[in-house]
């Protein structure tokens, strides 16, 4: 899960930085290229939500103590 998380906030910045050093040599300025990691990013956010919702235990309780 964790592995899940660092990706979700990795690849858009990896989309970032490869369109700033690279994007002007890529096919059509690379716009597909960001745009398809935000979009893997998103099918990978909803996949990790909907894995926390049918886990999800009815009866959790949070509580904090000091």
């Keep these: 899960m964790s592995n899940t998380l ?3 906030l990795c690849l858009p910045l990896l989309g ?3 369109q700033i050093f690279f994007g002007r040599f ?3 300025k690379g716009d597909w290229l ?3 990691l ?3 990013s998103l099918i990978l956010s909803a996949t990790l939500f909907a894995r926390m919702i049918r886990g ?3 009866h ?3 509580t904090d103590s000091w």
Excluded: C, E, K
Aim: proline residues 10%; aromatic residues 14%; hydrophobic residues 55%.
């Design 38 to 40: 935000i979009g893997v």
């Design 34 to 36: 960001s745009t398809g």
């Design 6 to 8: 660092i990706l979700i």
């Design 56 to 58: 999800m235990d009815p």
């Design 16 to 18: 970032f930085g490869i």
């Design 60 to 62: 959790f309780l949070f």
């Design 26 to 28: 890529l096919p059509r």
